[in-house]
């Protein structure tokens, strides 16, 4: 059994009882359910009460003209369908009201046929419009459909891309480890080559361990809805730490490093991902900065903001690489030239640690000249 369309619904506002029961009499046989009010503030008040289709409305009524109805009318409903009803006098104020947004009119007296055939006009005016208005409805959910699928399409890719760097970075040690123990195994290596076939080895086995610590802490700063445990911190906590460590590396190429510390701005933060963060910054710098240069790495607190920068006398970015080298993996040729190893998800890493704490990250750099990295963190309120 289906259901039956639900009863379209119609309000009569005629002061004249004749007209009111008349219409009745003819519309309710027709199907249609009908309200009458007798004036114009009744007729607000049912309209109020009781949502309907059409309005049959008299032009002139003792409390309110029937022109000066629409607006409120059209107020609960812009697809209210009003009909006025006129005598031979007032024909004038009807074709006003038809300017200011009436559908039709009637002059008393009218058939039952007349009456009919307006009704029904109206209401299929009434079907059209909200047809019309549910096809702009689902035209704006299917652009926003459509748009959702092109950022899934998009995201879809780039992790298929991602898959497919990750696997082939991972083959690469994998294979030569394998290749050095098969050797090994089948006894092609003389004894007095064997360590020193097992520590390449270990080498490379340390390089795929790096590689995949490297996509674990990625994938922690990616993971939005795993929020990591945050605190209060002073920023220049963890850059102490770090930089007494890095000095290390600094001391054995030489490297003068200087740390200039001039406000400790507290950070609501995770501390470990703080420690990632200046790691990456100075190893960076002390990595791709020859033999005898400058590292300098400052701390600052200005207008609300932790302001680090790490600076280097290095090899330096070209403009058109400053752009890539937040992407995963990605390696300048001058980087790649100077330093065999390193994974390019370091900056990465970077970039997704501030970002998940509310903050940003520039460069400035020239090529053999150095480069200036700048992050800003929002000081904790
Ligand atoms: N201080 C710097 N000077 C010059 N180039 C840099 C500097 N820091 C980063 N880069 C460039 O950005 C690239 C990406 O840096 P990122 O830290 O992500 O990877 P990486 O250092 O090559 O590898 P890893 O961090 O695993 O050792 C580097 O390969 C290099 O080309
Ligand atoms: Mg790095």
Redesign the pocket.
Known sequence: MTDKPSQERILVIDDELGVREGCRRVLEPAGYAVATASSGHEGLRLLREQPVDLVLLDVVMPDVRGIDLLGPIHELDPDIVCVIITGFATVELAVQAIKAGAYHFLSKPFSADLLLLAVQQGMERRRLSLETKRLHIMERETADLTRAKEELERLDKFKTTFMFTVAHELRAPLSAIQSFLVAMLKGYVPPDKRDEMLQRTVERTSELL??VD?LLKLSAAKNEQKQLRREVLSLADPLEKVFALQRVRADEKRIACRLEIRQRPRVEANADQMVQLWT??I???I???PVGGRVAVGLAEKDGWAVGT?Q?T????SPD?QAR??DEF???????EF?L??????????KRIIEAHGGTIE?E?QLRQ??R?TFRLPVAT
Do not use: C, H
């Not at 990605?330 to 790649?336: F, H, I, L, M």
């Not at 190893?341 to 970077?350: I, K, N, Q, S």
């Open positions: 790096e590689l490297d990456n910054l190893s960076n710098a990595k791709y900065t790490v280097d290095g090899i330096g970015i690489d080298i937040f990605y390696r300048t040729p001058q980087a790649k330093e190893r390193g994974t390019g998800l370091g900056l990465p890493l970077v460069v750099s150095g480069s990295f």
